[in-house]
């Protein structure tokens, strides 16, 4: 008997089946929210460093469970735009992450005053605000994960470009033409945009893919940070 065929894929499953991941990897996000309360006497260290890492660190799992939860609405929906710009969103947000990541592993290059500088333009960094610290940009954000992962930034600019309100962003989304009857269509969900979707889908499992190793990271090396640090109580030195 020969042997059977390989069967071409369906790119529209394909889609499909991405955006089945997603949710998926959304519902992993949500199941294990970080818990609603930090307790800056169980630290038990003088240092400021690590109650504000901690705080940015455990706040930011919130807003990215919440952007990827409704991007994965989007997508389900075939709210392409809001996907875009919710998954974009999440992007970013993974990007402070790895910021974070790399100034607790890097603490020692910096001086205590320093280090809280830093910490601090993720704890109330403001464009708008002159007296509050400069936060920092989403693209050296992107850039310094693309560093670790090569190819992060193009994603992040596929996003872009149906994010802005450009071809792909407005008649790329909402319009086709009937090339026998030259009649203009619009409307959303459109047949055409099955692969940009699978774009979209695609950029979220990533973005959602890097967030959990900078996340845990940091968690592993926080303890080394506190043992580092002068204590309140001597006695209670070190942490479980």
């Known amino acids: 008997m020969d042997a059977a065929e390989p069967q071409a894929l369906d790119p529209k499953a394909e889609v499909e089946t991405l955006v089945q991941r997603a949710r998926q990897a959304c519902l992993v996000l949500s199941g294990s929210l970080p818990r609603n309360e930090l307790d800056v006497r169980a630290l038990n260290v003088w240092a400021k460093a690590p109650f504000q890492l901690l705080c940015v660190r455990e706040t930011l799992y919130w807003r990215v469970e919440e952007l990827v939860r409704c991007a994965c609405d989007g997508l389900e929906r075939g709210d392409l735009?809001?996907?875009?710009?919710?998954?974009?969103?999440?992007?970013?947000?993974?990007?402070?992450?790895?910021?974070?990541?790399?100034?607790?592993?890097?603490?020692?290059?910096?001086?205590?005053?320093?280090?809280?500088?830093?910490?601090?333009?993720?704890?109330?960094?403001?464009?708008?605000?002159?007296?509050?610290?400069?936060?920092?940009?989403?693209?050296?954000?992107?850039?310094?994960?693309?560093?670790?992962?090569?190819?992060?930034?193009a994603s992040y600019d596929a996003l872009s470009e149906i994010a802005h309100p450009n071809g792909r962003g407005v008649f790329g989304l909402y319009g086709t033409i009937d090339q026998q009857s030259y009649v203009a269509r619009f409307g959303r969900n459109l047949e055409k945009t099955y692969s940009t979707r699978g774009v979209i889908a695609q950029a979220l499992l990533g973005a959602i893919g890097m967030f959990e190793?900078?996340?845990?990271?940091?968690?592993?090396?926080?303890?080394?940070?506190?043992?580092e640090l002068e204590k309140i109580w001597p006695a209670e030195a070190g942490i479980a």
């Open 213 to 227: 190793p900078a996340y845990n990271r940091m968690a592993d090396e926080l303890p080394k940070f506190l043992n």
């Open 81 to 153: 735009a809001a996907a875009a710009l919710l998954t974009r969103g999440v992007a970013e947000s993974v990007g402070l992450a790895w910021q974070l990541l790399e100034l607790l592993q890097q603490r020692n290059k910096y001086s205590a005053a320093k280090l809280n500088d830093l910490l601090m333009r993720a704890f109330s960094g403001s464009k708008n605000w002159e007296e509050m610290p400069k936060p920092y940009h989403v693209m050296d954000l992107v850039r310094l994960v693309d560093k670790i992962v090569p190819g992060y930034q």
